[in-house]
């Protein structure tokens, strides 16, 4: 906030700038008047459009972002990314953007509708997430292709689609899924229902998942490592408190709840 004073007499003036003038001789950095503690330059409302993956991590980092700037609202959103893309692309008000790929940050970018350049906060792998029993006894990505076997996986157009995509190419193995979900947390949800014997998720949700699956990792995943980029919207009516917001997820302490979830550093 910016402070106007009105002049004192003429003698003030000129002692205060004396005195302006000897600290500058000794050396004396003066605080910047722009300086304001935590939260005092953010307010109102921002909404939140991130893929399906961040969805426990982004709960955390918005309600701690709420506690660090009061009277602050965030409100979250959460889908496949290719869905959010074009939720945006159709008009809908989101002010930040994550997704769990580069590739529908630029589909957005193109578009005109990112502010500035994303930046990119974290990585995530693949992970097969099987019932606790793990009925089908998969032990590898090539098991996933066995006769029998009822596998789901994400659409190609989701971010977790197009890396199953890749783990298959970098496994020479080709999959034929029972079904292909518009968002990770569908496909997790037809192992843990009992639809499915195996899912393809990444490993942050077998983690977020708790007993309700077992993990099974595979080193195919390597060359199929997820970037997500988060980004202000072209069209965010407060962008002040976007850029807060992202600055907060790409803080330290961002970065720490996001390695507790089992994210990566890009």
């Known amino acids: 906030m910016r402070i106007t004073r009105k002049p004192f007499a003429t003698v003030l003036v ?22 304001a503690s935590p939260g005092s330059s953010t307010s109102g409302e921002i909404t939140v459009f991130a893929a399906a993956s961040l969805k426990t991590t982004f709960t955390q980092l918005a309600k701690d972002f709420e506690v660090q700037h009061p009277g602050t609202k965030v409100t979250l959103s959460f889908a496949g990314s290719s869905d959010l893309v074009t939720q945006i692309t159709q008009g809908a008000p989101a002010d930040v953007f994550a997704s769990a790929d580069t590739k529908n940050m630029s589909k957005l970018a193109d578009q005109g509708l ?31 292709a066995k006769s029998g076997v009822k596998v789901v996986t994400c659409a190609s157009q989701v971010p977790c689609g197009a890396a199953t995509e890749a783990a298959e190419k970098a496994a020479g193995t080709m999959l034929k899924p029972v079904s292909e979900e518009s968002s990770v947390t569908d496909v997790l949800g037809k192992v843990t229902s009992g639809e499915a014997d195996a899912g393809l998720v990444y490993v942050t949700d077998v983690k977020a998942a708790g007993d309700k699956v077992k993990g099974i990792p595979f080193p195919e995943s390597e060359k199929a490592v997820n970037t997500y980029p988060i980004a202000t919207v072209g069209t965010s009516k407060n962008k002040e408190l976007a850029a807060a917001f992202i600055a907060n997820v790409t803080s330290e302490a961002g970065k720490k709840v996001l390695r507790d979830a089992g994210f990566g550093t890009p």
């Open 14 to 35: 000129v002692g205060a700038l004396a005195v302006s003038l000897g600290a500058c001789a000794s050396g004396t950095t003066r605080p910047s008047t722009g300086s």
């Open 114 to 144: 990112v502010d500035g350049t994303a930046t990119n906060f974290a990585t995530n792998v693949l992970e097969i997430a099987v019932p606790p029993a793990n009925p089908a006894s998969i032990s590898s990505f090539a098991d996933l």
